[in-house]
């Protein structure tokens, strides 16, 4: 069986298992490693990516569930204006201290930002519930994505 990916604007047959959850077909056979793996049970944010413009984990759910849809990797978050602001804010918030977490809150802060360009700081928390930084690093993340607004 032959799946098709669109990731990053570019069309991808994929060869690996179909069950293999997306974030190993990302790193291991595409060879994008910005996606990173973390607890491997959607429970801490950093395998995030955008699935036809919305924010999804990829570490348990099989690649063949993403045929034929559009994934947008941090390696191709800066594809899009509110990408690059938010890159940039993040750059300049200094919000990353290990950078383990932060292509999964990359990926989620441009989702909320493209669907809200000036999320309150409640939307945002809510937005980011599901991304854990051991280092702490929340405080800067939130000014970066307040940076990145267009409040
Ligand atoms: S690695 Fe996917 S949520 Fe933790
Ligand atoms: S910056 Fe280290 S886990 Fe978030």
């Known amino acids: 069986m032959s799946l098709s990916l669109t990731i990053n604007g570019t069309q991808r047959e994929i060869t690996s298992d179909p069950d293999t959850p997306l974030v190993y077909v990302l790193r291991d056979e595409l060879k994008l490693k910005g996606t990173k793996l973390g607890c491997g049970l959607e429970q801490c944010g950093a395998c ?23 994934i947008t990797t941090i390696e191709g978050i800066a594809e899009t204006e509110t990408g690059q602001r938010v890159q940039q804010a993040f750059i300049e918030e200094t919000a990353a201290q290990c950078g383990y977490c932060t292509s999964g809150l990359v990926v989620a802060a441009t989702a909320l930002l493209s669907e809200n360009p000036a999320p309150d700081l409640d939307t945002t928390k809510a937005a980011l519930t599901p991304h854990l930084c051991r280092c702490g690093s929340h405080p800067r993340v939130l000014a970066a994505i307040e940076r990145a607004s267009k409040t």
């Open 48 to 70: 995030a990516v955008m699935v036809d413009g919305k924010v999804a984990l990829s570490c348990v759910t099989p690649v063949e569930a993403f045929d034929g849809k559009e």
